[in-house]
């Protein structure tokens, strides 16, 4: 049977910003305060999509959130109107109002885990949302994520769903950002490559001294036995600790991954050999050919790769078995990086091409290709078991731009956040969106 790698993109939501709410994203908190285009984002992102349907991609997408959140500010203690709510946060804290406002869920790697039906004891697709509990402004989406993933992959048969691990940090989870899986093809059995930062129990392992790490072992390895994956089809990794003090706040800003192939910086992991070893003798026992690509620190620094986001692009295999890398113009733009990708699509290796996109108005809040997509390994039957509404079309993409160009402002700025306004512009927009995508009721303005 055919197997697809489906790239659901997230779409960016109508109240993106810069909120500088990420402590340890160097983007974030460098382009704090900023005015934002909306607009341009969710086109920017909506462009990218086309650009892979119509090269032969599997595209689908993943709906924003309802933001500002007013129930979250609700449970923080604001009361009255909706607009009441609104008013009273930015008046007695605005950085509360600000992260309420986060069109964040926008960078679906960290919507949730997904192992696919191949490597799972019940032969089903299995999902678990990420908590994301390290920043309060995404720890408030795993609910909503929940029930838009649950629209889409709405067959119990062929979907198994499972709520956010508990909320403490030390179940710390960022989801796909930190996980990659390694195959043959996409319908066989595979190897599983968790990342952590941190271990919450175990003392053995070394923690960043600056920047907090995201992701816990013991997150990764709830998340393995909830999806019902076999110990041989599983390798952990520890990052290293120095790199996230530089900026590296998930393993997908310094390495991914696709098939049988890990593209990494040679700073991104601890242990690294070991490593490598495990992860190819794993692979080999389910029929597989591991290879590598280690990128020298000589040729790319730490600081390089976070500033143009090299590794946070999309390794796809194209029909003749050769890969491509989908990068952000920022590669472009960075010599170093610039001269080692002209190498390394001229050296014969697997990588034999790179496309670049102009994904700006993310890439300011460290979103690049890879952030924008949650990957999801399916066989030609769970295919036709998801909702045909997020399959990117033409049509849709066409019904999509046409939404954006409407419902969306070109430009927000700290202060646009307080007019309650745009609760209603976005609470317009999304109830729109639902009967675009099909999905039903998800967002909490439309079931309490
Ligand atoms: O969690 N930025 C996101 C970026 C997530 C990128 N995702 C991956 N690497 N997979 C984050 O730090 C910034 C929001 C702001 O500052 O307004 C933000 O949330």
New binding site residues.
Partial sequence: MKSYEVNFDGLVGPTH??????Y??V???S??QQSSNPKEAALQGLAKMKALMDMGFQQGVLAPQERPDVAALRRLGFSGTDAQVIERAAKEAMPLL?ASC?A?SM?V??AATVSPSADTADGRVHFTAAN?NC?Y??SIEHPTTSRVLGAMFANQQHFAHHAALPAVAQFGD?G??NHTRFCREYGEAGVEFFVFGRSAFDNRFPAPQKYPARQTLEASQAVARLHGLRDEGVVYAQQNPDVIDQGV??N??IAVGNGEVLFYHEDAFLETDKMLAELQGKLAKVGGNFQSVCVPRSAVTVDDAVRSYLF?SQLLSRPDGSMLLIVPQECQANERVWAYLQSLTSSGGLIREVKVFDLKQSMQ????P??LRLRVALNETELAAVNPGVIMTAPLYGSLTAWVEKHYRDRLSETDLTDPQLLLECRTALDELTQILKLGAVYPFQIN
């Fill in positions: 910003n810069y909120g500088g709410l990420s340890g994203n983007a974030s908190q382009n704090s600000v986060s964040s960078w790697a960290n994301l920043k402004h995404r960022e796909a950002a706040f998930h997908d800003v946070n809040n460290g979103g690049g890879a952030c």
